[in-house]
């Protein structure tokens, strides 16, 4: 009987740590697809035609058949992005030619889910004058750690590659405006 029961734990062990691969393997999977029709989306016609006319099927997941991510990309500035890497961070935050605001924030934090909504529409009253950048601290451990991030959610603004202010917690609106107006400089 013990046996049977030991046999039993270890099976069960093992669906568990198969499912958290699959879980990471699934969350590694998404990353690559938004950074491949990130560059999708920002290819030129031209670049849309060759696919067609190319004999290998392209495929997200093989990495010899990436997008290649040195297209232009559109004129278009969203109001937010999230940060896929420190190079994307280094090339859209530090050397971002527009005062940046970085929501250092993780999925299981409940005040994270409350203030990044309310900080998208502080930004987005700006009209394209400031972006906003979101870091999970989660995925990216060694930007929070830069930063010194210790706790969520952290509010970093930065102008010209060095940090101006922050915060941590939440803030009311009237707040929010303030802090996202004074990195403006209004």
Known sequence: MRGHRRVEREKEDWQSHTEMAHRLLVRRIWTLSVKDLRCLLASTS???TSLRS???P???LSPKHTLPCSLPHT???EVSFNVQDH???TERVINSALPVLIDFHAQWCGPCKILGPRLEKA???Q???VAM??????DHTDLAIEYGVSAVPTVIAMRGGDVIDQFVGIKDDEALDSFVSKLVGQ
């Open 58 to 60: 392209l495929s997200f």
């Open 46 to 48: 031209s670049f849309s």
């Open 127 to 129: 009209k394209g004058k």
């Open 75 to 77: 004129s278009r500035r």
């Open 87 to 89: 190079e994307d961070f």
């Open 54 to 56: 190319s004999t290998t």
């Open 123 to 125: 930004v987005a009253k």
């Open 133 to 138: 950048a979101k870091v999970d601290i989660d």
